[in-house]
Each structure stands twice: as structure tokens, then as C-alpha cells.
């Protein structure tokens, strides 16, 4: 049975596009996250960046400034701004450094960028080549009890598709990136207020503590 020549040529397409979606990660495309999830996530990625900015820095009160210059222009930029900033693009880092310090107290390079011992040579950096893969910005979460590192999930059937019985008791695959999702969306970034109140631990301490009073 024959098709019609619109049918058999979109047909391919229909299907790839349903296959996309079904194995897409667990976190959602970053446009259409909420607001706040964007907010909380850029602004957790931007007071780790203070932390180290910070340890190299004489400036007063380094933390609490940056922290609080940050967070009010975080607060002024509008949807479009926010969507730009998607953290799992190439060179993320310096685009969130540079759009809430308004392109001010430019660091070095180094300082932007994590030591890692393990990091990937060809990976792109703010003064370097383009030709490195995407940057991964994924805050390492501690792994549950039990944790196995695993690949992809596999199920395993009999001959007349009944799944394999022993198979029932084994760890299922976490995915990972929904307990990154689930982190971003429960912590709130604080407020102007909550940074000012806060007590800093150390000058090489971006994470505010609660004043007791």
C-alpha cells in the first residue's frame, strides 16, 4: 500500500521528533523553566564564582558586596535577558559573570574557571578557543546510599517477552539530572535584605549564615 508523497516524507520527521522528546533529559529546556528556578540556579552559580573571586581579592567585605551587586541586577533582568543565560552553553561562566557584574571587576580566566585536575584541554575558556565541547555546569550533588554508577537502563526479557524475575531486585539507573532540577528548585536565592543581614563565615565564604538576632 502506497503512501501519498506529502505523508511518506513528513512521516520520518514525526517520528524523530516523537523520539526526541521521549528520550530527552530531566531537566526541562532551560526557556521554559520558571523564573525563579532561573534565578535560584544563575545566582548559586555566581556565588560560587564570588567564592573564589573573593579569595584572591583585598576588597572589604568582598562576599557580601558582589553577592548583593549581583543579586539586584539578577532581580532587574527581564525574561529575555534570563533566557540568554542558559548555564549549559559554552562559555556560561564568563556570560553569568559578565551580565550580573554589569561587565565589572573582570577576573583572570583562572579565576573564572575551576582547577580540575581532570578538566578536558580542548574544553572552551573565556580567552581561548571555541573548539572544545559545551561546558557542563552541573552541581555535584552527594550520591544516595547505595548509589551505583551504571549506563544506560537495560531490560532484559525471556524468549516470550515476560520480563527476567531476578531482574525485579536490581537498582534502577538514577538520573541525574533530575536530582539537579530538584536542587534548583529548592533552593531560593535570597534576597537583597537576606544577604545584608547575613554573616559570613570567612572572607573566602560566599555562603551566607543566618544572623541569630
Same mark, same amino acid.
Given at each position: 500500500m502506497s503512501?501519498?508523497? #506529502?505523508?511518506?516524507?513528513?512521516?520520518?520527521?514525526?517520528?524523530?521528533? #516523537?523520539?526526541?522528546?521521549a528520550a530527552g533529559s530531566g531537566i526541562p529546556m532551560w526557556e521554559f523553566l520558571g523564573r525563579d528556578e532561573k534565578v535560584n540556579h544563575l545566582f548559586k552559580m555566581f556565588a560560587n564564582q564570588v567564592t573564589v573571586f573573593c579569595t584572591e581579592s583585598s576588597m572589604p567585605d568582598c562576599n557580601k558586596r558582589l553577592l548583593m551587586y549581583g543579586r539586584w541586577n539578577l532581580e532587574k533582568m527581564g525574561d529575555d535577558h534570563l533566557d540568554e543565560m542558559d548555564p549549559y552553553q559554552r562559555g556560561a561562566t564568563k556570560l553569568i559573570w559578565d551580565s550580573m557584574?554589569?561587565?565589572?571587576m573582570k577576573p583572570q580566566s583562572s579565576t573564572l574557571a575551576p582547577q580540575n585536575p581532570n578538566a578536558d584541554p580542548l574544553e572552551s575558556t573565556p580567552d581561548g578557543n571555541q573548539l572544545g565541547a559545551a561546558s557542563t555546569n552541573v552541581e555535584e550533588i552527594a550520591n544516595p546510599d547505595g548509589y551505583m554508577i551504571e549506563g544506560p537502563m537495560v531490560v532484559r526479557v525471556l524468549p516470550d517477552g515476560r520480563p527476567v524475575p531476578e531482574d525485579k531486585n536490581r537498582p534502577l539507573p538514577q538520573d541525574e539530572d533530575a536530582q539537579e532540577y530538584i536542587s534548583m528548585r529548592s533552593k531560593p536565592a535570597p534576597s537583597l535584605n537576606?544577604?545584608?543581614?547575613?554573616? #559570613?563565615?570567612?572572607?573566602?565564604?560566599?555562603q551566607p549564615v543566618k544572623s541569630q538576632n
Open positions: 503512501c501519498p508523497d #506529502f505523508v511518506c516524507v513528513l512521516w520520518p520527521l514525526i517520528v524523530s521528533l #516523537f523520539v526526541s522528546y557584574m554589569k561587565g565589572s537576606e544577604i545584608l543581614k547575613a554573616k #559570613f563565615t570567612s572572607l573566602q565564604d560566599s
